[in-house]
C-alpha cells in the first residue's frame, strides 16, 4: 500500500528540508511513501532544495505548480499521486516520527477515531471524475490534525 503526501510550496527554503528531513525520518511498516512536493515556482532556493533531496530519496517528486495557487498544487498531487491515501501536508511543519504511522492506524480504523465526509472533484474533461473521501482526524494531541484524503476513481 502507498501513501502519497502532496505538500504545497512557494518560496520555502526557510523550511523546507527541516519538513521533508521529518518526511524521511517517519517510522513506517505498513506503507510505502510517495512525497509529492507541488512547487509554484518559487524564486528562491526552494526548488533546487527539493531537487537535492529528490536525488537522495526516489520517493520525492517535484511537482509543477505553474498557476501558484494552492488549491492547484493540490490538483497537481492528486493527479500525480499513485497512492491508495493522500495526505495533504503543509510545508512549514515538523512532523514527529510517528505521525505518518499513527495517521494510518486512524484511517484504516484500529483507533476508530474518524468522521468521515465526502466530496467530488472534477478535473479536466466531464469524463475525468474523482471520487475522494475526505478523512477528518482529530487526536488529542496537535501534530494529529490534519485532513487525509482515500481517492479512488470514480
Known sequence: MILSIICPTLNEEKYIAQTLDSFMNQQYHSFELEILICDGMSKDDTRNI?????????????????KRKTPFAFN????????????????????????????YWLVTGLWGLIDVHSFMKVTGPKT????VKTVECAYSCNFFKLTVQRKRQW
Open 50 to 66: 527539493v531537487a537535492e533531496y529528490a536525488n537522495k530519496f526516489p520517493c520525492i517528486r517535484l511537482i509543477d505548480n505553474e
Open 76 to 103: 497537481a498531487g492528486l493527479q500525480a499521486a499513485s497512492g491508495e491515501y493522500v495526505a495533504i501536508l503543509g510545508a512549514h511543519t515538523k512532523y514527529e516520527p510517528n505521525y505518518l504511522q499513527g495517521l
Open 128 to 131: 475525468d471524475i474523482w471520487l
